[in-house]
């Protein structure tokens, strides 16, 4: 069984910054596609960013040159940098792992959602 624990979510004005952090733990083989999902009041939940184990990346349209997603594999940790956030970027960002078990299973795991606020 794997745990995701996120970090860094909280309240900042328009234009501003912030990192969110995303560290798995548990009997992991290896650890596959690793990326972030947000999930605004009354919207569905959408792929903002995600990387390979190889980093290559992919974003949403919307976060396109103002969001960074890296990885550090020694960590198993996933990061989103987030800048020029915007008052639409309100939500709560998810992380979520797709893993391989020591039976090479593969399955995905997601964190208990962080809530990221942007003010006008």
């Known amino acids: 069984q794997v745990q995701l624990v996120e970090s860094g979510g909280g309240l900042v004005q328009a234009g501003g910054s912030l990192r969110l952090s995303c560290a798995a733990s548990g009997i992991i083989f290896s650890i596959n596609r690793m990326g972030w999902y947000r999930q605004a009041s009354g919207k569905q939940r959408e792929l903002v960013a995600d990387i390979t184990t190889g980093g290559s990346t992919n974003y949403a349209d919307s976060v396109k040159g103002r969001f960074t997603i890296s990885r550090d594999n020694a960590k198993n940790t996933v990061y989103l940098q987030m800048n020029s956030l915007e008052p639409e970027d309100t939500a709560i960002y998810y992380c979520?792992?797709?893993?391989?078990?020591?039976?090479?299973?593969?399955?995905?795991?997601w964190g208990q959602g962080t809530l990221v606020t942007v003010s006008p």
């Open positions: 979520n792992v797709e893993y391989r078990t020591v039976r090479l299973t593969t399955l995905d795991a």
